[in-house]
Structures are given as C-alpha cells and as structure tokens.
C-alpha cells in the first residue's frame, strides 16, 4: 500500500526537481567538465583562428604554472589577501556588528544603512573616490599623514604598499554585508545568558569573551569560510584601481587568471590556474572546518 | 530565335540585378549605409569631428564612432571577434595588427589600396611594414609614434655640446661630460628599468632582429643584441643613467626642471606635456633631437595606430572610403591639430606648421628611420620579459651572459606554438 504512494511521491519529486537538476547539471557542470578538459589542453588565439591547432597537452599547464614566477607571486599576494584580509574583515564585521547593536535603537537602521551603503554601491564608482584619497599629492590620506608630519606615501604605486591599500579599500568595501549577519547573530544570542553571567559578577569583556563569541560561534563560521573564500577570489578591486601593478605587487591568482585567459587569450593555461585556485580554496575551507570543529568540544 | 533574344534579355537583367545588388551592398543608391567604427581613447573623442565632414560629403553614410578607453580595447576586441560582434571599421594599435591577422579578423586590403593608389611610398616605410603580414597589408597607418631624445639644451650647452651627438661613441662621451660637469646626483639619461623601450631600441640599431627563425625563437644571444645590451648595461653601470624605474622618480618634469634628468627617451605626447609641465623660464631651454646608433643616425621603434577594417563587415566599400577620408593628408594635419598625434602621410609632413616647430621636426627625422617590432601575436609579453631581464642584470641580480639565456629560454617557450605551427605547415606542404 504504502510502497506505490512512497514510489509516486519520489516520481513526483523528481519531476519537481529535474528542471534544477537539468539547470544545475547543463550550466554548472558542464562548463567545469569543459573547463577541466580546457586545461589538459594548449587552447590559445591560434585556436580560436583554426581549432584544428588545439592540441591535448596533459599536465602541461599546471606544470607550467607551478614552474613559474608569476603564479608564485600571484599566490603569494592572493594569500595575503585571504590570510589579512579576511580576518581583519571579520573582525571589523563584529567590531561594527557590536557597536550598531549596542547603540541607541533610533540610530540602529542608520548606521546599519551606512555600514551597508560600501556593499552595494558599484566598485568602479567607489574606486574613482578612493583614488582620490589616495592621491600622492593632494589625497586625503596624504594630507592627513602630513598634518602629523608623516612624509606622503605613493599608495598605489609603491610595490610596497600598493597590497595594503588595496586591502583597506577591499575591507571598507565589504565589511557591512557580514556586519549584517552577525547582527542577526547577536539578536539571536539569549538575553537571559548574559543576565545570568552579569548575576555572577562577570564584566563586559568577560560577557563578550564567554557569552556571546560562543553563542556566535556558527555565524562566525559561516562568515569566517565565506569570507575567506571571497578573499581569495579577489579580482575587481586590484583590476580597477592597479591593474596589478605596480610590479605585479596586486596581482591576484583571479587577476592572473584573467590576463592570461582574457588578454593574453591563453585560455587553456587559465583554465589550469582556475583549478589550482579551486584546490587551494577547497584546502583551505577544510583546514578552516577542521579547526572550528576541534574548538566547539572544548 | 525569338528565344535566344528573350535568354540573353534574362541574361542581361539578371547581371543588372547582379551588378545593381552588388553595388548596394555599398554605397549604391538604395538606402543609407550605417558603419560602426571603434575609435580609442583621446582619438576617439575628436575622431567624431572629422567623420561629421565625412558624413556631409557622403550623405549616404552615416559613421557611428563608439569610443573605446585603450585599457580595456584588447581585450574588448578579442571578445567581440570570438562574439562576431566586431564593427566595420576601427583603430588598432600596430603592434596588434599581427594578433588579429593571426586570428583572421582583418579584412585585407590590398585591392581597395590599389584602387585608391595608396602605397608603403606614401607612407614612412617602417611604420608602413607594422601593417603588413606574409606580403599582404591588412591596415592603413593613422598616425605614428616614435621615440626620440628629449633634452635640456642649456645643460648641453654649458658641458660644451651645441647639438646632440649622433653616434653612441659621441653620445656616450657627452653624458661623461655632463656627469662631469654636474655631478654625481645628477643623471645625464634618464632610461628607466621597467619599460622595454631601451633596451629593444638599442637593440634595434645594434641591428638585432630580436626573433629569430622567421618569429619563432627568441635572438637575444646573437652578438647584435648582446652588443647593445651590454652598452646599455654600462650606462647604468658608470652612473651615467640611474639603475630605476618610472616608480621610484615621483616627477620627471620635476626632475628635469631640477636639471637632476638632462635627457630621456621619449614620445610625441611629451610635446605637450613638456610645453605644459616645465615652467616659463625653461621653455625655450628643451629641445627634441634623433636617437643617436652605433655609427651614425640610428632607428627607433615604428609605433602607432593604423586603421583597419573587420573581417565580417557588411559594408566594407564604404569603410574603406571612410579611411581613404582620414588618410587625405588634410584631415591628417587637422588630425594633429586636435590631437597632437603626428600624421603617418609622408604628404602631411610638407605641412609648414607641422616642419615649422623644430621639436615636432625631430620626429619626423626619426620617422624616417625605423624599425617595426616582432610581428608576433606574442609580442607584447615579449616586451614585458625583455625589461624584467634587463632589469635583473642592471640590479645585478643576474650576470648579462645569464640574463640574455633567460631571456631567450622563456622567450622560445612563449614561441613554442608558433613552432609546432609552421612545422604542421611546412609538413602539409611536403606532403601535398
């Protein structure tokens, strides 16, 4: 009797889901099967000309990569970007996510709106008003190192400091969408907790230590592995205001990635970094699961 | 009877037809024609100017001219030629034209340049040869680029020299001097680590093809190229240019103005920015003057835009008349004018206003003398290999034996295709 019903159900779900499945499977997989296959291959302008100059290469490309300087470095500034950047963001997030919290209620959506307002404006926009700032002679940020008599800093085009300030725009620019979510995280966190800690004599520190960084502890995972993955995926923000420069200083692996498949039109050789990256991302998230894991029994 | 006539009566409208289509395929009486072109930057914002009078003396055709900024116009063409979506016409730079005639997007031109009687004679021959692949041009230079000196004549002056040397023994000679005269924080050249300028243009005139194996290997060992890189190397060695790049000096007109920089190897849009960045009291104190060669007036690369027509393009009749417009030696001068790009027509060059100016006037003396890069699509990546060489063995990170073998090895492996292409050719060849 219930073996039939149990049967059509499954029938009816999958006719529900196939319209995904089919999605998922033409848009999602079939383009990661044809970028693997891309990259066991030496595509480049020739073939795009004549295909029949496509030749099968095996593990070329990613001996290639692993053999070259640029992907070095490349990996290099992408680490920094994900290894700083990430977590300078994510405390900024709860830095932020806190202070609009504890506020007064009146002010809450406004700050709220304002920490948000660098998420969605257009990073083109955003990139014109920070070069801006960064202008070696008459920035702001200049004008200011000079008031406390700090000689001006070339930002963008010292190798040395191009990273960093690309860095702070990267954090300011994205701060406010995981601020959100640990806002919704700490409305979560029981008030009768930190009523009872209080009870017992705890100060403001010791509630934030005890309290409400481990009843935040799933949100910050979430964040923390987001985060990161978005960091070592950054492009738009070196792209716009660098071009990786100067001396590859801002280069990213997407960046890389980009310019060899898009400028230099070596599509199979980019296909290869796109999956070295993939690995590399895929590392680290389980590093970053493991750890988290390892904490939550202690 | 009757029949024969009524076939050839079908026969004769019937190549009417022919004729009457194909001609309206173009400018023929049916309809205005609406060509797309791709103009960058700067040219493409006055380009509208001179294509209004176009319009008005070809009522038939209008041009729509899309502006394109030159940091996103590679890769903007590439992605339009894999789309299809390429304009009729538009402005390439020449150091691309081999890249897209790789990719058989270019329209050649041969034909129409016959039929208007445009040739290399009208043109400076080097740049005329950028648009040339296997015997076959596939663009129209626009306007040209070069480099030359540009220097402080009143420093020369005072270290004993009234004009600029024109052999490297001599040049050499007078940047000692100069160092002499002003010491050692002062540089006499200025050729900056991070660009391939010098070191490819003295290699030029060392007389090194730089690819070797019809563009297939790089010839950076060969004893031409070696010669000049080494004379290079000294420069920087005996303090006579500063071993930095464009990053590490915050102003060169500062410097120049300073007099700590009595000379740098530049190109035309310095005109402009010299008149405009140097103060009063030095304007009439620079001056321009041809790169000096191993013995004698030497070469210098042939840069600029040429015009091309798209592969795909409905109307390409139309857009050859366009650019047979823009190459009038008028609309070059007028072109100048608005832009400060200097016209590739020889014919241009008799323009007094253009040969008045003794800086614009050394340019056109360079012009005479150049040499194209590499044709290679890969060339541009070349380029970035040869300075990042360069600079290895002027910051001695690197010996000049070793950093030339570097260079050649990653040179031969960004070739590698090209190898295995003509080998494929070659043994179709044989086997057919």
Not at chain 2, 97 to 117: H, K, N, Q, V, Y
Request: glycine letters at 8%.
């Amino acid at each position: 009797m219930s073996a039939p019903l149990a049967g059509r159900q499954a029938r009816a779900g999958l006719v529900l889901a196939l319209p995904s499945v089919v999605l998922v499977l033409v848009f999602f997989f079939g383009p990661v099967l044809y970028g693997l296959w891309l990259s066991l291959t030496d595509f480049d302008l020739y073939a795009i000309a004549d295909p029949t100059s496509v030749r099968f290469v095996g593990l070329g490309n990613y001996s290639n990569a692993l053999g070259s300087a640029d992907f070095w470095n490349a990996l290099k500034v992408t680490l920094w970007y994900a290894l700083v950047g990430a977590p300078v963001s994510v405390i900024v997030s709860l830095a932020a996510a806190l202070l609009v919290d504890a506020g007064a209620t009146r002010a809450k959506p406004f700050f709220r709106a304002v920490y948000f307002a660098p998420v969605v404006t257009t990073l083109v926009a955003v990139a014109i008003v920070w070069r801006y700032l960064y202008q070696p002679q008459y920035g702001l940020v200049n004008a200011l190192l000079v008031k406390f008599g700090i000689p001006r800093i070339d930002w963008l085009g010292n190798p040395h400091w191009a990273l960093p300030a690309i860095l702070v725009l990267a954090v300011w620019k994205n701060f406010g969408y995981n601020m959100l979510i640990f806002i919704a995280g700490l409305q979560n966190v029981p008030k009768e907790l930190h009523e009872a800690a209080q009870l017992d004599g705890a100060n403001a520190w010791q509630r934030f230590w005890h309290v409400t960084l481990p009843a935040l502890a799933p949100v910050s995972l979430f964040v923390s592995v987001t985060t990161a993955i978005n960091y070592f995926q950054l492009f738009a923000e070196p792209y716009v205001m660098t071009q990786g420069g100067p001396l590859r200083s801002t280069t990213s692996l997407v960046l890389l990635m980009y310019e060899q498949g898009f400028r230099w039109w070596r599509l199979g050789y980019a296909a290869a970094l796109a999956f070295l990256l993939f690995a590399l991302i895929l590392a680290a998230t389980v590093v970053q699961l493991r750890l988290q894991a390892k904490r939550k029994p202690a | 009877m009757r029949r024969r006539a009524l076939r050839a009566l079908l026969a004769c409208a019937l190549a009417a037809g022919a004729t009457l289509i194909s001609g309206c395929g173009d400018s023929g009486p049916k309809g205005p024609v609406t060509l797309r072109m791709w103009a960058m930057g700067r040219e493409g914002e006055v380009v509208g100017e001179l294509v209004h009078d176009f319009e008005r003396e070809n009522p038939d055709i209008h041009v729509h001219v899309q502006q394109i900024p030159w940091s996103a116009a590679h890769e903007k063409l590439l992605t339009a030629h894999v789309g299809g979506s390429l304009p009729d016409l538009g402005q390439l730079g020449n150091s691309w034209i081999s890249e897209f005639g790789a990719l058989r997007a270019l329209e050649p031109l041969d034909r129409m340049l016959a039929e208007s009687g445009l040739g290399r004679d009208a043109y400076f021959g080097g740049i005329w040869d950028t648009n040339v692949l296997e015997g076959t041009a596939y663009g129209v230079p626009w306007y040209v680029d070069t480099r030359v000196l540009f220097y402080r004549k009143d420093l020369l002056r005072r270290a004993g020299y009234d004009t600029m040397p024109t052999t490297w023994a001599e040049w050499k000679k007078c940047l000692e001097d100069l160092k002499r005269t002003y010491g050692a924080k002062h540089w006499p050249v200025f050729l900056p680590t991070n660009e391939w300028m010098s070191p490819v243009v003295f290699g030029m005139q060392a007389g090194s093809p730089l690819l070797a194996d019809d563009g297939t290997r790089g010839a950076f060992e060969g004893p031409e190229f070696r010669r000049s890189f080494t004379w290079l190397l000294d420069l920087y060695r005996e303090g006579l240019a500063p071993a930095i790049g464009f990053n590490e000096i915050a102003n060169k007109y500062q410097e120049m103005e300073r007099g700590t920089i009595a000379m740098m190897i530049t190109g035309p849009w310095e005109l402009g920015e010299f008149a405009r960045r140097l103060p009063d009291s030095l304007q009439n104190a620079w001056s321009t003057a041809p790169l000096p060669g191993p013995d004698g007036p030497g070469v210098s690369f042939a840069g600029g835009s040429s015009l091309v027509v798209f592969k795909g393009s409905r109307n390409p009749r139309s857009a050859w008349k366009l650019i047979e417009f823009l190459s009038r030696p008028e609309q070059q001068v007028r072109f100048w004018r608005l832009t400060g790009d200097l016209p590739a027509r020889r014919e241009s060059w008799a323009d007094t206003a253009l040969t008045a100016d003794a800086r614009t006037r050394a340019f056109g003396e360079q012009l005479a003398r150049t040499v194209p890069c590499p044709m290679v699509p890969e060339w541009e990546e070349i380029a970035t290999r040869v300075w990042e060489q360069t600079d290895r063995a002027v910051r001695g990170a690197a010996t000049p034996d070793s950093a030339l073998a570097t260079l050649d090895r990653t040179v031969d492996r960004l070739l590698e295709k090209r190898r295995w292409l003509a080998a494929r050719r070659a043994a179709k060849a044989t086997g057919s």
